[in-house]
């Protein structure tokens, strides 16, 4: 296991982050894969801090209100929004984006791209 980082990021580094809540496996197991890589993870606990609408929306739009979501809820956009505002663990966690990119629950092969990628 390489040796741990301090809290601050390197310019060469990615810039990863991290949605979750602290009691949630997936999410544990996504901080655990970027630091095992040495990379330093801006981590939110969803159970602290809900989730800002602008960062929700583009988690939305790109994967799609089904493929971030633990269940199937049929409302409105506007509604759902808010349901999940208050209740984190309505998502499928963790959400992590790296730049544009997002993904939503564990998906080291994605990962495992950003970082090949981002050291070409």
């Known amino acids: ?6 809290k601050t990021p390197t310019k060469k580094m990615p810039r990863i982050e ?12 996504a901080v655990r894969f970027f630091r095992e890589r040495r990379i330093v993870v801006r981590y939110v606990d ?15 739009d790109q ?4 493929a971030f979501l633990n269940s199937d809820l049929a409302t409105d956009r506007g509604t759902l929004l808010a349901r999940i505002r208050a209740d984190a663990s309505l998502l499928r966690l ?15 092969t994605t990962w495992r791209a950003w970082l090949a990628g981002h050291k070409a």
Not at 1 to 6: R, S, T
Not at 46 to 60: C, S, T, V, W, Y
């Open 1 to 6: 296991m390489p040796a741990p980082l301090g």
């Open 46 to 60: 969803l159970g602290k801090r809900p989730i800002d609408p602008a960062e929700l929306r583009q988690f939305m």
């Open 18 to 29: 991290v949605f979750g809540l602290e009691g949630s496996q997936s999410t544990r197991a």
């Open 94 to 108: 963790p959400l992590v984006r790296h730049g544009d990119a997002v993904t939503a629950g564990q998906d080291e």
């Open 63 to 66: 994967l799609g209100a089904a």
